[in-house]
């Protein structure tokens, strides 16, 4: 069983920037999907950026073109760059992965997660 463990989040302005990491300890990219999910109190979770194992990324709609998903292999890192923030990203944000075949991510066996970082994002 492998390990992950998230950094970076912390307090924002709207229209700033942060960059979340995290250590993905015995995962390897090319057999498990990779992403990044967020919740807020009462709110569902919500995947914002995923990886498959063929290097396939995707982005939620509310963060598409503000967020960056990103992958250094020799590190085993992800990271997500986020820009232009809104105080509707504020959330806590977890990575998570789980055993992939090229497309298809096997999220129904319930994921691996790291504790989460929070981002808060003041108006």
């Known amino acids: 069983q492998g390990q992950l463990e998230e950094s970076g989040g912390g307090s924002a302005q709207a229209g700033g920037s942060l960059t979340l990491s995290c250590v993905a300890s015995?995962?390897?990219?090319?057999?498990?999907?990779m992403s990044w999910y967020r919740q807020s109190p009462g709110k569902e979770r919500e995947e914002v950026a995923a990886?498959?194992?063929?290097?396939?990324?995707t982005y939620a709609n509310s963060v598409r073109g503000r967020f960056t998903f990103s992958l250094d292999n020799a590190k085993n890192t992800l990271y997500l760059q986020m820009n232009d923030l809104k105080p509707e990203d504020t959330a806590m944000y977890y990575c998570?992965?789980?055993?992939?075949?090229?497309?298809?991510?096997?999220?129904?066996?319930?994921?691996?997660w790291g504790q989460g970082t929070q981002v808060t994002v003041s108006s």
């Open positions: 015995g995962y390897s990219h090319r057999t498990y999907c």
């Open positions: 990886r498959d194992t063929e290097g396939t990324i």
């Open positions: 998570a992965a789980e055993v992939g075949s090229g497309a298809y991510c096997y999220w129904s066996r319930g994921g691996n």
